[in-house]
């Protein structure tokens, strides 16, 4: 499926929409950032991850992501299961984020 590229709005509307989300937090010049991207990216198109949704959100351009980034440190992930927010965290390594996206997928 890939990553969507949205909003404050859409992320609110997407995580409601889908049974299963993971939204990407982004600031720019973040080097850890740029590095799980393509990460991000190609667990988004791992067919294991069919029944989740990726969504990545610039915190420089949307006020809610920011406020969150101001508590947190980039990449900052959180996910959704049937719209309800579990923790997140701010992650730094492939196996970290692995770790998130097998917790989300088995949840019943």
Not at 30 to 48: D, E, S, V, Y
Request: a neutral charge; proline letters at 4%; charged letters at 15%.
């Amino acid at each position: 499926m890939g990553i969507i590229e949205t909003d404050d709005a859409g992320l609110r509307q997407l995580v409601h929409e889908q049974s299963k989300a993971i939204a990407m937090f982004t600031a720019a010049n973040c080097a850890t950032c740029a590095q799980l991207r393509p990460i991000f990216a190609l667990f988004a198109t791992n067919k294991a991850y069919a029944g989740i949704t990726f969504l990545h959100l610039r915190a420089d351009q949307n006020p809610v992501a920011k406020q969150s980034l101001q508590q947190q440190h980039a990449p900052f992930f959180v996910s959704y299961d049937q719209g309800r927010l579990l923790p997140g965290d701010t992650l730094h390594t492939e196996h970290q984020l692995r770790a998130m996206l097998h917790t989300l997928h088995h949840l019943a």
